[in-house]
């Protein structure tokens, strides 16, 4: 019988496609979607900051709170970092660095401690706009962005490469733990690269720069800094370097040296999306009120802070205690269990924010071609929501539910990779945490939301 050595459509080189492959050859590419993208960009902080006062008619606030956040996690999932390549922040960042950046080496501060510094941004950011409002306000948002866009100018002025993106980026941050469940796979090919006595795919050539987000693509196994943005492939004289299609979670499962500060960002995110949901429910006034019990005070400052920082705290705790308990069954630290199984809150975590995210694009997402309408000086008669309700709230049950079946699955093959012997023991208490954050999620879908505009 003859075998059939065709390669799966999950093995296939998609470099190997005319398009796929000519695009990220082509010189043309990334900045052929760089620069629209920061076009759009660019207007967009235009109207943010001198268009409408309020959001529900400001249209650069429909199209980025209404549109691109709740998109981006799917490009997570679909495309990777590819987003990153493409990111406005990022074309800035390459722009100044090009005509007046000192390239300067990134401070051993800055890779030794830039997750943290990550985590706190996202931690603050997110308490900021919950105390003060910042995507009910166009013109708060638009300042948000000025911020973030005077970082990049200063990163990019003294440092080399992408270093706000690898190191500071708050939505760097994110992304790099979303893409890790990605489908898609930048790789070298291992006998090629063995023999290469080159270093162009990172140190760039005449064809192409090197990479901006200081990757070595001969030893790279994992996409969570990985932009997609093709310098290595157009740099590459072996031609090898592969584009590949993998089952979503897969690198979650071999994480060979994880890291304790990822994890617990994975958690972290996992709070925030939370306290995010929950400030949107009818409940959420109830929350308060106990608490002002508790507290002994009604400043909503306080209150909001508390009540974030126990949303937080909660998936910590959870995972610290499923960690203690995976202790005494597998013999590894706290600290390892903690960091080993803490990847696998990452799919869950994902299919929470997706599916909180639904409900702002399919409940309100007619909403941006009315106020489009009015920005060109037309109107156009369209209900905000493009879905009914209850089939917006199945689908997101349906993200949710896929999450928590990524995540346990994370979990066995993370103990069964590393645990041989003790793999149901192991998964029990990470198992159960998953579970628990899973019921958690579900809860928050089936409760009513406002609407962000």
Request: proline share 5%.
């Amino acid at each position: 019988m003859k075998q059939n050595n065709t390669p799966s459509a999950v093995e296939r080189n998609l470099l190997d496609n005319r398009f796929i492959g000519g695009l990220m050859k082509s010189k043309w590419y990334p900045g052929i979607i760089q620069w629209p993208t920061a076009l759009v960009f660019f207007l967009i902080m235009y109207l943010l900051l001198l268009g409408p006062t309020m959001s529900h008619s400001n249209f650069g606030s429909a199209l980025t709170w209404i549109l691109w956040w709740p998109l981006i996690p799917l490009v997570f999932l679909l495309f990777g970092r590819f987003w990153c390549a493409i990111c406005p922040f990022g074309t800035i960042n390459d722009l100044v660095q090009k005509y007046v950046g000192h390239n300067r080496p990134v401070p051993n501060f800055l890779k030794k401690y830039g997750v943290w510094i990550i985590m706190a941004a996202f931690i603050a950011i997110t308490w900021a706009d919950n105390v003060f409002g910042v995507i009910k306000s166009p013109w708060a948002s638009g300042v948000l962005l000025l911020l973030i866009l005077t970082g990049v100018v200063i990163s990019g002025v003294f440092f080399e490469r992408r270093a706000w993106c690898r190191h500071l980026c708050f939505l760097g941050g994110m992304s790099s733990n979303y893409s890790q469940t990605g489908m898609l796979a930048l790789r070298g090919t291992p006998e090629k690269c063995a023999k290469c006595k080159v270093t162009a795919c990172y140190k760039g050539n005449d064809k192409a720069p090197g990479c901006p987000m200081f990757e070595f693509p001969r030893t790279m196994d994992t996409s969570g800094q990985c932009n997609l943005c093709g310098y290595c492939v157009k740099s590459c004289p072996n031609n090898s370097l592969t584009l590949t299609v993998r089952p979503p979670t897969k690198e979650l499962w071999s994480i060979k040296k994880p890291r304790f500060a990822a994890a617990l960002l994975a958690v972290v995110i996992m709070g925030i999306l939370f306290v995010q949901n929950a400030a949107m429910l009818e409940i959420w006034q109830s929350i308060l009120s106990g608490l002002e019990g508790v507290l002994g005070t009604d400043n909503n400052t306080i209150l909001f802070t508390a009540a974030f920082t126990a949303a937080i705290g909660a998936p910590i705790l959870l995972l610290w205690l499923a960690s203690l308990a995976a202790k005494k069954i597998n013999g590894e630290t706290v600290t390892k269990n903690f960091a080993r199984f803490g990847y696998a809150v990452i799919a869950l975590s994902l299919a929470g924010h997706i599916s909180h995210n639904l409900f702002h694009l399919l409940g309100e997402g007619g909403s941006i071609v009315a106020i489009g309408a009015t920005f060109v000086g037309a109107t156009a008669s369209v209900a905000p929501g493009l879905f009914n309700g209850s089939i917006i709230q199945v689908l997101q049950y349906f993200v949710i539910i896929l999450g928590i079946a990524g995540s346990l699955y994370t979990t066995y093959r993370i103990a069964k990779s590393n645990f041989p012997d003790k793999v149901l023991a192991t998964v029990l208490p990470f198992g159960a945490l998953i579970l628990s954050l899973g019921i958690v999620n579900l809860f928050l879908a089936s409760m009513p939301m406002t609407h962000r505009m």
